[in-house]
């Protein structure tokens, strides 16, 4: 399964973006996708997972001011992002997991990556 995102860039402090992720691949049932950062010198950190029954975990740092909403017809994922602070400035990771139909074998993918510029 592969993953593309789309949506970052530069905003600044207080403002929005959104983020979205879709996904491509042949035969396959996502149970989960999520979103996940990495700012500079820093170990990447859960920003927010939706599970296909629609159950949503949120990072601390972002509650309250992020809305990640899955589409589970189109495998996509979209985060929402609200109130954006400097600290919220890194790359953005989507993620999905799940299983291929064919076989059964799971499988755990990641985006490349988009970058969050937050300036203040």
């Known amino acids: 399964v592969q993953l593309q995102a789309y949506g970052g860039g530069l905003v600044q402090a207080g403002g929005s973006l959104r983020l979205a992720c879709a996904s491509s691949?042949?035969?396959?049932?996502?149970?989960?996708m999520g979103w996940y950062r990495q700012a500079p010198g820093k170990q990447r950190e859960l920003v927010a997972t939706?599970?296909?029954?629609?159950?949503?975990n949120y990072g601390d740092s972002v509650k309250g001011r992020f809305t990640a909403s899955m589409n589970n017809a189109q495998n996509t994922i979209d985060l929402q992002m609200n109130s954006l602070k400097a600290e919220d400035t890194a790359v953005y990771y989507c993620?999905?997991?799940?299983?291929?139909?064919?076989?059964?074998?799971?499988?755990?993918?990641w985006g490349q990556g988009t970058q969050v510029t937050v300036s203040s």
């Open positions: 939706v599970t296909s029954s629609g159950t949503t």
């Open positions: 691949g042949i035969a396959f049932r996502i149970n989960a």
């Open positions: 993620n999905a997991a799940g299983w291929y139909l064919l076989g059964g074998r799971p499988f755990d993918s």
